[in-house]
């Protein structure tokens, strides 16, 4: 496998027939790691935006492996400098679902050459930061494995969202409301059922 790093927006415009095939037939596989997602956050931030996307092709020069990622300086306590990766497209757009993407044919060996890419480019990055990876996609799990296997220290905060635990019957779930929020259930339920 071999591995490129690009850094700069016209590479990346060229990989527009591969990205989405590939994003196809991985795990990764949503809307916030298109092609076209990815380029209309670049349409609206311009080119300002340091690309460090790690690509990974096969020996017949098929795209198998993406990392897409961008440079960011984050400053802590507004003076210590801190050169972060971050998912491209993850700022300021609703972006959800951070992952690194690779072909289900191979995946974790891909995702292990991409980690490995990151060691040999490690003094172009200080940290790597993913918020808002998804636990249903398996990428928590995909990802905290390779970062163990190449002794990458990490942190994980876990979020849970979109959920609310449900009462165990209607009933319960009624009894939550008052009187008169539980008599309009009613009456509603009435209405639905023509009862």
Known sequence: MKT????????FSSLEDE??????????????????????WHDVVGDDIKLFVITVRDD????????????????????IKFKALRILADHATGFEYADWIAHTDCQQSVLITIADELMRSSRGWDLIWMPKMSGWSGAYERLTEIFSKAGFLYHCRHTDFAARTLPDSIQSFEDGFSAKRRQQLRRNRRKLTNT
């Open 4 to 11: 490129h790093i690009i850094t700069n927006w016209r590479e």
């Open 60 to 79: 017949h020069e098929r795209l198998i492996g993406i990392a897409p990622f961008y440079q960011y300086t984050i400053r802590l306590l507004g003076r």
């Open 19 to 40: 990205w989405n095939d590939l994003l196809t037939a991985s795990e990764s596989d949503t809307i916030f790691l298109t092609w076209e997602w990815i380029q209309a």
